[in-house]
């Protein structure tokens, strides 16, 4: 059921709901808009009309629009938006300071409005929100390649990563997780076919934010391959459902490294077409 209502009290009948819907479902030409007779079932869930409705009038699936966040002119200039994503940098220092949870808290809800393959939200973001549980995964992790190693199971292409258990073990030199105090990971359903699309897009949207109040992230492509090609049963282990696959994941932290200014990309790469 949509559970699609009309404020009629609220309603100016202008029709832009009808309009907007992308698979045309609503009828806005008879006054008060409703669902045309038999076609629930190819509403896509994409929320437009509760959006869209100037005057609050239209809620659906239970959402009250009073509950939405307005939409103001000047939410963020292009100037502060690009000079927020040309200054982000990969951040492989950080404080020992754990990051708040009303933050982290914050940062998880700004993910979950990332777009997904037919608006169905699956993503589940697995965190390490203090740095006692983080010490728990760290071990796990270090002592699952020390097993692999031992028992002669790493690949030439892992050897590497023998390597980075044996600094652990003997130096305290942690290239894993880079002595972050956090870790997220975002998997998804290995039959959903926008699954890793939807992972990497829901952490881009945390990263953004988290750069915004001033917390630093890395893209952990260590780590991720050790939780496909080293040792999987990783993935179980911290409640990440088996028939879940890791898009991807990224320990976070606050920087204890400040950047003064931006790099100067040479990576523009345009295909202009012209048919």
């Known amino acids: 059921m949509l559970d699609f209502k009309i404020d009629e009290a609220k309603c100016t ?4 709901c009808s309009k907007e819907c992308p698979t045309l479902i609503i009828n806005g030409k008879k006054g008060i808009p409703e669902i045309k007779e038999g076609k629930e079932k190819n509403c896509i869930k994409c929320q437009h009309c509760l959006a869209v409705c100037p005057t609050g009038a239209l809620s659906i699936f239970g959402k009250k629009p009073e509950d939405s966040v307005a939409v103001k002119k000047d939410v963020l200039s292009s100037n502060d938006l690009g000079s927020l994503i040309k200054t982000r940098r990969s951040i492989r220092k950080f404080k020992q300071d754990e990051v708040s949870k009303d933050q982290i808290q914050a940062l998880l809800e700004t993910a979950a409005y990332a777009p997904t393959g037919h608006n169905k939200n699956q993503v589940l973001l697995s965190v390490c929100d203090t740095k006692a549980d983080l010490a728990k995964v760290k071990s796990l992790v270090y002592d699952a390649i020390k097993k692999v190693k031992e028992a002669d199971q790493l690949s030439p292409a892992m050897a590497m990563y023998g390597n980075f258990q044996n600094l652990w073990e003997t130096k305290g030199i942690d290239v894993l997780f880079r002595d972050a105090p ?10 959903n076919p926008n699954g890793t699309a939807d992972c990497v897009i829901s952490l881009s949207y945390f990263e953004l934010m ?7 992230t890395l893209w952990n492509g260590f780590l991720k391959a050790v939780f496909e090609h080293v040792e999987p049963q990783l993935k179980e282990q911290l409640g990440i459902p088996k028939d879940h696959a890791i898009g991807y994941m990224m320990v976070f932290g606050m920087p204890a490294t400040k950047y003064a200014r931006s790099i100067q990309s040479e990576g523009l790469h345009i295909n202009k077409i012209t048919l």
């Open 210 to 216: 988290a750069n915004a109040m001033g917390i630093g």
């Open 13 to 16: 009948q202008c029709g832009i």
């Open 182 to 191: 956090h870790l997220i990971i975002a998997s998804a359903q290995k039959k």
